[in-house]
């Protein structure tokens, strides 16, 4: 009779733990449930910020597909602007901005060399 009562608190301790370990995992499933609803709700509520592309507009002292004497004037314009208004004029900012989208990195550096030098064959 006495290892029937042990056997029967055993199995109860048992059955409670279960019920226990059962009712923690149902806690931790419907947390992690309210989690991810939230972490949802935040990213659809933070758009990615919109990004604008634009390049120079069109020029009609420059109508064919060869821009060279486009991105060369755009960038001589850039710097008479800022030496007639100072650095960070933001008349200048526009000029900056045609130059940069029409002109390779590799002429932008070399004309910068070269008005550092003296060199620059451009009127400024």
């Not at 609803?37 to 935040?42: A, G, R």
């Not at 020029?59 to 314009?77: A, G, I, K, L, M």
């Not at 007639?84 to 932008?108: I, M, N, T």
Request: glycine share 4%; proline share 6%.
């Amino acid at each position: 009779m006495a290892e029937s009562g042990i056997a029967q608190a055993k199995s109860l301790s048992e059955h409670y733990l279960l019920m226990v370990d059962e009712n923690h995992v149902t806690n931790l499933i419907e947390k992690a449930k309210e989690t991810m609803e939230n972490t949802d709700q935040e990213n659809t509520e933070k758009e990615p910020p919109e990004i604008k592309l634009e390049t120079a507009p069109a020029d009609y002292r420059f109508p064919t597909t060869n821009q060279s004497r486009h991105c060369f004037s755009r960038y001589v314009e850039y710097h008479r602007c800022v030496a007639a208004k100072g650095d960070g004029a933001p008349e200048c900012d526009r000029f900056a901005k045609y130059y940069r989208s029409l002109c390779p990195g590799e002429w932008v550096d070399r004309w910068n060399e070269q008005r550092e030098n003296g060199t620059f064959p451009g009127p400024l």
